[in-house]
């Protein structure tokens, strides 16, 4: 099967199973089953950086639509796909030189 007709159709079965049968779930506490992060993990490494962001928008916005929860699931997705690109492809030590160059430059670190 084609790759990009396999990450549409799991695309398709991500959000609905999130929105159908997760959501319904009760943990008790207000925990909650939350499996669309798990579609970022099955997408390539060498995804770009603004597509893989627009693709967690898109999953995450799907499923705000249909359980009525006014973006919820859209940012913690992008916010999500952030960290992933730098913390698990690029490794903790790129994700953090990143911060630590700006505070530098910044004259906020002495160091």
Do not use: C, W
Not at 40 to 58: H, Q, R, S, Y
Not at 60 to 78: H, Q, W
Not at 92 to 97: E, Q, T, V
């Amino acid at each position: 099967m084609n790759p990009i007709l396999t990450h549409v159709f799991r695309f398709i079965v991500f959000s609905l199973a999130q929105t159908f049968i997760l959501n319904k779930l009760d943990l008790g506490f207000g925990a909650q089953v939350f499996l669309l992060p798990l579609y970022l993990f099955l997408l390539p490494f060498e995804t770009n950086v603004l597509v893989l962001m627009a693709i967690a928008f898109g999953l995450g916005i799907s499923v705000d639509v249909l359980s009525n929860t006014m973006g919820l699931n859209a940012s913690s997705l992008v916010f999500f796909a952030f960290l992933e690109i730098g913390i698990f492809v690029k490794g903790p030590s790129a994700f953090f030189a990143r911060f630590h160059n700006q505070l530098k430059v910044s004259g906020q670190m002495t160091n």
